[in-house]
Structure formats: structure tokens, C-alpha cells
């Protein structure tokens, strides 16, 4: 299985300033159809999660213009331009080029 | 408006069986496919098995392959997890959720329901 790492388990970060939260895989996420299938998630206290961003850094519907998302390969970040309270959350990363689809770890934001 | 609503969680015996629904509506489930996820406190997020739209394509983890087996009855939008042989290491939640292709992933989870295995 491709096993994919979130770099910090824990982000704490000061309202209206920027966050950035790392996943690296253990194989290329670029499928054979040239795509690379990325998703992020957001899981809020008490809530299933809910995705953020799909092939990179596509955004969903309803999913605030600060989120966005980068990278290429085996390494992509989920940066958020200015932290706003109702960030605070789970976020995970899951690559959905292989089978089984595998989730990071998860990085813990919450404010200073 | 998409809703996916788990049920048939409980506190059950090492080796018992459970069976867990999934209710869907707000979409056209046969042309999803449907996965069970399940988050660990210690683990986190892992994906137990998934479903394409017509049932003909499964894939499941191999820590549950002999052991659970998902179904889905279109007519009643609705998919199953089927356990069997449960573990203490299968307490979880688990999470109901769909994806319009295998590379797509996921985009939207139910609530979750929670199982616990304890003697």
C-alpha cells in the first residue's frame, strides 16, 4: 500500500496568519491517465470530514478561496492564507491514485 | 441535498458479527461508488472496502479480506458492510462514503456509527 505522511501531527497557528501543512507519499500519486488524485480533507471537532480540495487543488464547492492546494508527484501542501477560528480541525491528506485509497495521519490546527 | 446515514453499530463479543447499512439519497447511487472508512483514535482514517455502481468491482483492505464483505442493494440505495470474526482491533467508527470514480476518492462522508468490540 502507499503509504502517505503528514509531517506534523500538530500545527498551532495565530489568527489571520498563514498555515501550511505538508503530505509526502511513498510512490509517485500521478496515475496513468496523467491526472494525480489528491484529496484533502477537514474533519471539525465532532464531525465527519468533510473534503477540502480534490486532484491537488481543485476546491469544492462552498470551500473558502483561502484554501489552496499544491504540489506534484509525492509531495503536496494544503496551505490556508489567513487562519479564521473556524478552521480549528483535522486535517488529512489521502491519495486515491492506488488501491487501497490510504489517508496521512492527520495534522491537528489550532489556535495560539 | 446528499445524506449517507449509517446504522447498525453496537458493543458486541470478540468473534461476533455485525452488519452495518448505509442509507443514501439526494443522488444517483448507482453511479457511485461507495466505501466504508473506518477512524481509529490511534490509527486514524483507513479505508475498509469500496463498491463500484453496479457491485461488480469490490476492493478490501487486507486486514478484513475473509473476514467483511460489502454489498449494495441499488433498488433500496443502500450499502452494507457485512463483519465477521470480529477483532478488538476493528472498534472504530465507521464512516459510510462515496466517490464517482476509484481515482476521485471521496467527496462526501455519512456520520459515522460506532462499533466496539470488547469481551
Known amino acids: 500500500d502507499v503509504v502517505v505522511t503528514q509531517s506534523s501531527l500538530s500545527l498551532p497557528v495565530t489568527l489571520g496568519q498563514p498555515a501550511s501543512i505538508s503530505c509526502r507519499s511513498s510512490?509517485?500519486?500521478?496515475?496513468?491517465?496523467?491526472?494525480?488524485?489528491v484529496n484533502w480533507f477537514q474533519q471539525r471537532p465532532g464531525q465527519s470530514p468533510r473534503r477540502l480540495l480534490y486532484?491537488?487543488?481543485k476546491r469544492d464547492s462552498g470551500v473558502p478561496d483561502r484554501f489552496s492546494g499544491s504540489g506534484s508527484g509525492t509531495d503536496f501542501t494544503l496551505k490556508i492564507s489567513r487562519v479564521e477560528a473556524e478552521d480549528v480541525g483535522v486535517y488529512y491528506c489521502?491519495?486515491?491514485?492506488?488501491?487501497?485509497?490510504?489517508f496521512g495521519q492527520g495534522t491537528k490546527l489550532e489556535i495560539k | 441535498e446528499v445524506q449517507l446515514v449509517e446504522s447498525g453499530g453496537g458493543l458486541l463479543q470478540p468473534g461476533g458479527s455485525l452488519r452495518l447499512s448505509c442509507a443514501a439519497s439526494?443522488?444517483?447511487?448507482?453511479?457511485?461508488?461507495m466505501h466504508w472508512v473506518r477512524q481509529d483514535p490511534g490509527k486514524g482514517l483507513m479505508s475498509v472496502s469500496q463498491?463500484?455502481?453496479?457491485?461488480?468491482?469490490?476492493f478490501s483492505a487486507d486486514s478484513v479480506k475473509g473476514r467483511f464483505t460489502i454489498s449494495r442493494d441499488n433498488a433500496k440505495n443502500t450499502v452494507y458492510l457485512q463483519m465477521n470474526s470480529l477483532r478488538a482491533e476493528d472498534t472504530a467508527v465507521y464512516y459510510c462514503?462515496?466517490?464517482?470514480?476509484?481515482?476521485?476518492?471521496?467527496?462526501?462522508w455519512g456520520q459515522g456509527t460506532l462499533v466496539t468490540v470488547s469481551s
Open positions: 439526494g443522488f444517483t447511487f448507482s453511479n457511485y461508488w
Open positions: 463498491m463500484n455502481g453496479d457491485g461488480s468491482d469490490s
Open positions: 510512490q509517485s500519486l500521478v496515475h496513468s491517465d496523467g491526472n494525480t488524485y
Open positions: 489521502m491519495q486515491a491514485t492506488h488501491r487501497p485509497l490510504t
Open positions: 486532484e491537488v487543488s
Open positions: 462514503a462515496r466517490g464517482s470514480s476509484p481515482e476521485a476518492g471521496i467527496d462526501f
